[in-house]
């Protein structure tokens, strides 16, 4: 196998990161980064190493995802597939569901019932297809929960009905972690996996579990596109910024210059004050002579 063609990146969200946690972080995404690439070195799926990458994300206590309500969706190029799940409680890892949906749906109708596989579950309908499919639950959602979100979660309420200044060293980020994987038969896949927003509503679902919002992996005129998105949801939904991303067919620069522009421009986001949302694209041609982050 030519090692050279596997491509893996990773990222743990967009904001503000502390200088405090900054070699920890770099360490998280070291080990993710690892532990995707052996995957694929032992000719796994690029959705394989995908999940292998996020799961290791949703697993540590420096990044929030994971926590309770959970989204994550994954999408890969061949089959042009996309599954996701969206506000769960219950599932272990709510990539490994994700990435259960997409390979059900990629499949396409029962062949002798012809009932269509879902591309998004949400709440308990989620959580019962993933105990029926061999993905990891646990009632107790006390696993999901860990000291430094209770930690985040009451600084957020501090901040929120007071007039407290955030600290410098503080993280301000948002929870959305995601990565994008090339094996070597050439197939992109990308992914996303969100513990939701401090504060957020109850049975809200974000861009991690939205078509076109918070991944997008393609294989298009010789060209392989992923993207990975964070930033506040409800404004990368209304642009459906990864597909609007990945297709962009201009040089890749320019192509993250184009979005942008229109992400800052845009009208459908005027109601907002502020626009906040970050990505990783990569793109490479199919031949694998080239390839771009």
């Known amino acids: 196998m030519d090692h050279g063609s596997l491509v893996v990146?990773?990222?743990?969200?967009?904001?503000y990161h502390s200088t405090l946690k900054e070699k920890a972080y770099k360490s998280l995404i070291k080990k993710a980064c690892l532990a995707a690439m052996q995957c694929l070195k032992q000719s796994s799926s690029a959705g394989d190493a995908v999940e292998r990458a996020i799961q290791t994300l949703e697993d540590s206590r420096l990044t929030n995802a994971g926590q309770v309500e959970c989204d994550a969706s994954m999408m890969c190029s061949n089959p042009d597939a996309f599954g996701a799940v969206g506000a769960v409680t219950t599932i272990c890892n709510p990539i490994q569901a994700a990435h259960a949906v997409m390979k059900a749906q990629g499949i396409g109708p029962d062949p002798q019932n012809g009932l269509v596989p879902p591309m998004l579950l949400v709440g308990h309908g989620a959580e019962q297809w993933a105990e029926a499919n061999n993905v990891a639950t646990s009632n107790d959602i006390r696993h999901l929960i860990t000291p430094e979100a209770l930690d985040k979660y009451a600084r957020y309420m501090d901040q929120a009905f007071s007039t407290h200044p955030t600290q410098p060293d503080d993280d301000i980020l948002l929870d959305t972690v995601g990565a994008v994987c090339i094996d070597s038969t050439g197939v992109?896949?990308?992914g996303v996996s969100s513990g939701g927003i401090a504060l957020k509503y109850p049975g809200r679902v974000g861009e991690?579990?939205?078509f076109g919002c918070g991944c997008w992996a393609q294989a298009q005129n010789a060209q392989l596109s992923g993207c990975s998105v964070s930033g506040t949801g409800e404004q990368i939904s209304r642009l459906l910024l990864a597909k609007l991303c990945a297709q962009k067919t201009s040089d890749i620069f320019a192509g993250l210059d184009e979005t942008f522009a229109e992400f800052c421009t845009s009208s459908a986001l005027s109601m907002y004050v502020e626009r906040n949302a970050g990505l990783i694209l990569l793109r490479k041609t199919e031949n694998g002579s080239t390839g771009k982050l």
């Open 208 to 210: 991690a579990a939205m």
């Open 188 to 190: 992109v896949a990308a």
């Open 9 to 15: 990146a990773v990222h743990i969200g967009a904001g």
